[in-house]
């Protein structure tokens, strides 16, 4: 049949039986295509566990050794599969306790795997979060210090709820070897997150406005159960934390992995510049309420970073922007958006963008990337949650 034939072809020539048969024929190419592939995954997969296999040579004729690099490898990956690979080669067993010794110990793991794995809402892993918690010594340690202890352990979750069940198992434990310190957990609950919040107040050079001393005291009034905390307590708190910030744990390389192997979307975009309005095509990834650009697909760290923290997003008409098919990044509560990039000389620095204005190829792809990123744009949780138990120790009064 020539070319010319085969173009001028016409479904509506076949019989009945013809029709039948060549959507037989379609189905059957579509799932030989799915068949196809599934075996791509996994040979995919196979290949993936072969390059996890780069334990040293002292260890390579011991199976059990690479298992357990296989396992600590994937669970960087997806914290979930890795304790099961882990479970399922009897080279963990299954309890809350042994899990939580595993995580606790913590070699070779990453640490924002190990928060997002702890912060899980299923049941075994509620019994994992409070089995990890309690094996922390914090018996005569000042607040200050046992939360410096417990946050060095793992990376907070950017989700609410996961940070609100920690904070409370944080809490219990802490009040649990300190009888006597506080009326309640809610007291410990409600000035754990007051110090968070003073560490990052104090030392994110995006916040302009500092607190006081007295600001900090003024805003924990009537905290223990109505009554005030010693002044002097507080004092202390304020001065540790000014002193000395939190450190955040360094992760074992994989966390750029971890990050953006899985994100809520990725695409090409052209981004406006700050200072100078020229526009760049830059490669986005969204993820982890964040959201990351970079110059080429292959670069292992990115040129700038956003995070989706009180800001929204909204369309930008064509006139204005003079570009098809824009959306921007604004806050409506400050100047500039806190953000950071990497200058030309390969140092990181503040952003200086009162508005993140990007374009996308199409109105489609414009739609989607503003609903992913609504999805995904967070106001600081520690705020929301600490007005909630504020309002919950009211209400038993």
Same mark, same amino acid.
């Given at each position: &049949?020539?070319?010319?034939?085969?173009?001028?072809?016409?479904?509506?020539?076949?019989?009945?039986?013809?029709?039948?048969?060549?959507?037989?024929?379609?189905?059957? /190419?579509?799932?030989?295509?799915?068949?196809?592939?599934?075996?791509?995954?996994?040979?995919?997969?196979?290949?993936?566990?072969?390059?996890?296999?780069?334990?040293?040579?002292?260890?390579?004729?011991?199976?059990?050794?690479?298992?357990?690099?296989?396992?600590?490898?994937?669970?960087?990956?997806?914290?979930?599969?890795?304790?099961?690979?882990?479970?399922?080669?009897?080279?963990?067993?299954?309890?809350?306790?042994?899990?939580?010794?595993?995580?606790?110990?913590?070699?070779?793991?990453? /640490?924002?795997?190990?928060?997002?794995?702890?912060?899980?809402?299923?049941?075994?892993?509620?019994?994992?979060?409070?089995?990890?918690?309690?094996?922390?010594?914090?018996?005569? &340690?000042?607040?200050?210090?046992?939360?410096?202890?417990?946050?060095?352990?793992?990376?907070?979750?950017?989700?609410?709820?996961?940070? $609100?069940?920690?904070?409370?198992?944080?809490?219990?434990?802490?009040?649990?070897?300190?009888?006597? &310190?506080?009326?309640?957990?809610?007291?410990?609950?409600?000035?754990?997150?007051?110090?968070?919040?003073?560490?990052?107040?104090?030392?994110?050079?995006?916040?302009?406005?500092?607190?006081?001393?007295?600001?900090?005291?003024? &805003?924990?009034?009537?905290?223990?159960?109505?009554?005030?905390?010693?002044?002097?307590?507080?004092?202390?708190?304020?001065?540790?934390?000014?002193?000395?910030?939190?450190?955040?744990?360094? $992760?074992?390389?994989?966390?750029?992995?971890?990050?953006?192997?899985?994100?809520?979307?990725?695409?090409?975009?052209?981004?406006?510049?700050?200072?100078?309005?020229?526009?760049?095509?830059?490669?986005?990834?969204?993820?982890?309420?964040?959201?990351?650009?970079?110059?080429?697909?292959?670069?292992?760290?990115?040129?700038?970073?956003?995070?989706?923290?009180?800001?929204?997003?909204?369309?930008?008409?064509?006139?204005?922007?003079?570009?098809?098919?824009?959306?921007?990044?604004?806050?409506?509560?400050?100047?500039?958006?806190?953000?950071?990039?990497?200058?030309?000389?390969?140092?990181?620095?503040?952003?200086?963008?009162?508005?993140?204005?990007?374009?996308?190829?199409?109105?489609?792809?414009?739609?989607?990337?503003?609903?992913?990123?609504?999805?995904?744009?967070?106001?600081?949780?520690?705020? $929301?949650?600490?007005?909630?138990?504020?309002?919950?120790?009211?209400?038993?009064?």
């Amino acid at each position: &049949m020539s070319s010319e034939t085969c173009n001028s072809f016409d479904l509506s020539d076949l019989t009945p039986e013809e029709k039948l048969l060549l959507d037989s024929i379609r189905k059957r /190419k579509l799932q030989l295509l799915q068949e196809i592939q599934e075996l791509k995954d996994e040979i995919a997969d196979v290949q993936s566990e072969m390059d996890m296999i780069d334990v040293s040579d002292g260890s390579q004729n011991n199976p059990k050794t690479k298992q357990m690099s296989i396992g600590k490898k994937k669970f960087n990956m997806d914290p979930k599969k890795g304790i099961e690979y882990l479970i399922e080669h009897q080279l963990l067993p299954n309890t809350p306790e042994e899990v939580a010794k595993f995580l606790f110990q913590g070699e070779g793991l990453n /640490k924002t795997a190990i928060g997002d794995y702890l912060g899980e809402a299923k049941d075994f892993n509620i019994s994992v979060l409070k089995a990890f918690v309690n094996l922390h010594e914090f018996s005569d &340690m000042i607040l200050v210090q046992a939360l410096r202890q417990f946050l060095w352990s793992f990376r907070l979750p950017g989700e609410a709820q996961k940070i $609100d069940r920690m904070m409370e198992c944080f809490a219990e434990r802490y009040c649990e070897l300190n009888p006597g &310190m506080f009326t309640s957990t809610d007291t410990c609950y409600i000035l754990s997150f007051a110090i968070i919040m003073l560490n990052t107040t104090l030392h994110n050079p995006a916040v302009k406005d500092k607190p006081s001393v007295e600001r900090f005291i003024t &805003m924990n009034r009537g905290i223990n159960d109505g009554v005030n905390l010693p002044d002097e307590l507080l004092k202390s708190l304020y001065e540790s934390i000014k002193n000395e910030p939190f450190k955040i744990p360094e $992760d074992d390389g994989n966390d750029l992995m971890h990050t953006f192997f899985n994100p809520d979307k990725e695409g090409w975009l052209w981004k406006q510049g700050g200072r100078v309005k020229n526009w760049k095509r830059r490669w986005f990834i969204l993820n982890d309420n964040c959201l990351y650009y970079f110059q080429f697909t292959t670069d292992k760290e990115p040129k700038g970073i956003i995070p989706l923290e009180n800001i929204q997003v909204r369309e930008v008409p064509t006139e204005k922007a003079n570009k098809p098919n824009c959306f921007e990044l604004y806050t409506p509560v400050q100047d500039i958006i806190k953000a950071c990039k990497m200058d030309k000389e390969g140092k990181v620095v503040e952003g200086k963008h009162s508005v993140y204005r990007m374009s996308a190829a199409t109105k489609d792809d414009k739609d989607e990337w503003i609903r992913c990123i609504k999805a995904s744009i967070s106001e600081n949780p520690f705020y $929301d949650m600490l007005a909630a138990r504020r309002k919950k120790v009211l209400h038993q009064k």
